[in-house]
């Protein structure tokens, strides 16, 4: 299995600028997360699905951010406009979810730097 | 409601010593706990979970932790610190609920080790 797979790895863009950041889960896995990770304030929940269906958005920031999942292996988050502030680590991660225990697979993340 | 503190957020040990990284959880419900290891640009990658059974669980990379229901504790433990444990590592508390899992991470751990 090729893990949850994030692209791009790596970006820099200008203040003002639209992100998207894209997530393919674990083929068969039927929840995914978005979190963000940043040296001031660690590892946040932005936004979880079960079933590509929006669970729990209190996380995301403003309505500067926003997530999709149209389909069970692809999934979204959008910053527009992007700000400074923005810059961090973002993890998306997926699991199955039986009966609680299923553990979480994150990506490598995307690495958001925000000039 | 669920949470996760870990206590220290850096520690340091010599090569070959013991490693005991504290975690400590609140749980309205009977948890599922994780260690997750996170090595220098990289994502999250599990390193053991309790669900059920037995409260000494082993994980990968010679790491072990004991489930104590009674001090709300599941403290992470290696016998010998070895050079390539340096990473940062997450507790995580997954609690159940009517739409599904949610997923509570400790603020993390930074281990050093020091030749």
């Known amino acids: 299995d090729a893990g949850v797979i994030q692209s791009p790895r790596h970006e820099v863009t200008e203040m003002g600028q639209e992100v998207t950041l894209r997530c393919k889960p674990i083929?068969?896995?039927?929840?995914l997360f978005w979190y963000r990770q940043t040296m001031m304030r660690g590892l946040e929940l932005l936004i979880y699905?079960?079933?590509?269906?929006?669970?729990?958005d209190s996380g995301m920031p403003e309505d500067r951010f926003s997530a999709k999942m149209p389909n069970a292996s692809f999934s979204t988050l959008k910053i527009q406009p992007s700000e400074p502030r923005d810059s961090a680590v973002y993890f998306c991660?997926?699991?199955?979810?039986?009966?609680?225990?299923?553990?979480?697979?994150f990506g490598e993340g995307s690495r958001l730097t925000v000039l | 409601a669920q949470s996760v503190t870990q206590l220290g957020s850096h520690v340091s040990v010599s090569e070959g010593a013991l490693v005991l990284l504290r975690c400590n959880y609140s749980?309205?419900?009977?948890?599922?706990l994780f260690w997750y290891v996170q090595y220098p640009n990289q994502g999250l990658q599990l390193l053991l979970k309790?669900?059920?059974?037995?409260?000494l669980v082993k994980g990968i990379n010679g790491f072990e932790a004991e489930f104590k229901k009674s001090e709300t504790s599941f403290h992470l433990t290696k016998p010998s610190a070895h050079m390539s444990d340096a990473a940062e590592y997450f507790c995580a508390v997954s609690a159940f609920s009517n739409t599904g899992n949610q997923f509570y991470f400790g603020t993390g751990t930074s281990l050093t080790v020091i030749p």
């Open positions: 083929s068969g896995h039927n929840s």
């Open positions: 699905f079960n079933n590509n269906v929006p669970i729990d």
């Open positions: 309790y669900t059920t059974g037995a409260t």
């Open positions: 749980s309205s419900v009977p948890p599922y």
């Open positions: 991660a997926s699991s199955l979810q039986v009966l609680n225990t299923g553990e979480l697979f």
